[in-house]
């Protein structure tokens, strides 16, 4: 990069609460030469709150290969730039990874706007321990993939984080309880700095029960934490069953796998019996 090139800016933006737009969030979208955002028309309203007239382009997961060389060009030339996304922190669970990875190879100074993420916010209220977490991202759509990935997840003694879509949250919290365990801590974090913002904690059962009984908590954007392993409670003992069951499954039927696992763990047959279904029932068909 010649010197004299440009800086592309990526910044954060509200996740809800128009007031979180950050000072320098603004100034710097004032002054740069092109915005580039993940949808320019949600975005030109975002910019209009500030009267921010920067010309906007899009730049999404079809297009950010492409839209490479046209940065690097802009950079080279010397114009800062800036990337936004929907809402919170570009790259997180949104577009921006390939073209921050190509600029970077190619040279070129990214630099961050620091604001909000809702996965921190959630984190920060939530009362579970934040030393170690694990940010999980979405979780599959599909029953057999989202129950595989929870599988995996069992023994992790880190706090996890999960993004997770309205109308899917009560199955994917059905799904936690059955696979993590029924008597692990959660917290449901809802509509983070709107008007109907709310916390719920209990154990994995309970939520998932209080969900049910009320169609409010299946509205509006979520984060979902569940608190980690512990070495004495359930999902580790789940852990040790799954393990067991993984070698013993491929090569025997249910019930035999089953009887074998008590054999060799001392784990409960109903726990063993349950995890061994589960494990079964996500297989592919
Ligand atoms: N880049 C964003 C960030 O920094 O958090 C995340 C974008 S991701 C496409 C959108 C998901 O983030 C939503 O489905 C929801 O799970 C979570 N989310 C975004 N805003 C939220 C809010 N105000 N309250 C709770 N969750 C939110």
């Known amino acids: 990069m010649p010197s004299g090139a440009g800086v592309l800016y ?27 955002a993940e949808d320019t028309r949600h975005s030109q309203t975002l ?26 060009e802009l950079l080279q030339q010397g114009h800062d730039l800036a990337l936004i996304s929907d809402a919170g922190t570009p790259l997180i669970s949104d577009p921006g990874f390939k073209l921050v ?23 920060s209220c939530a009362g579970l321990p934040t030393d170690r977490f694990s940010f999980e991202g979405f979780l599959p759509a599909k029953a057999g993939a ?8 069992v023994a992790d003694p880190r706090t996890l984080v999960f993004y997770e879509a309205p109308h899917r949250i009560l199955e994917t ?14 917290v449901l974090a809802r509509e983070l700095t ?14 998932a ?5 009320d169609d409010n908590q299946q509205r509006g954007e979520i984060v979902l934490m569940i608190s980690g392993a512990t070495v004495s ?35 409960p047959h109903k726990l063993l019996y349950k995890k061994a279904l589960a494990m079964k029932n996500a297989l592919p068909d």
Not at 63 to 70: A, L, Y
Not at 173 to 186: N, T, V
């Open 101 to 123: 990875r190509a600029l970077r190879a190619q040279g070129c100074r990214v630099s961050p706007l620091p604001g909000p993420c809702a996965l921190i916010a959630a984190l």
């Open 233 to 267: 409670d359930e999902s580790a003992d789940a852990g040790e069953a799954e393990r067991v069951l993984q070698l013993l499954l491929p090569e025997l039927a249910l019930s035999r796998a089953v009887a074998i696992a008590e054999q060799l763990t001392g784990l």
């Open 47 to 72: 910019l209009n709150h500030h009267d921010i007239r920067t010309p906007l382009r899009s730049l999404h997961e079809h297009n950010e290969q492409q839209r490479v060389s046209e940065l690097v």
């Open 209 to 213: 029960a209080r969900v049910a009984a």
């Open 10 to 36: 990526v910044v954060a933006t509200p996740i809800g609460n128009l007031a979180d737009w950050s000072a320098r969030a603004v100034s710097v979208l004032r002054a740069a030469h092109t915005v580039y």
């Open 146 to 153: 989202r129950r595989e990935r929870l599988q995996a997840l």
């Open 173 to 186: 919290l059905q799904d936690c309880a059955d696979i993590l365990g029924a008597e692990r801590d959660a």
């Open 194 to 207: 709107k008007t109907f913002e709310t916390f719920l904690d209990g154990t994995l059962t309970e939520l």
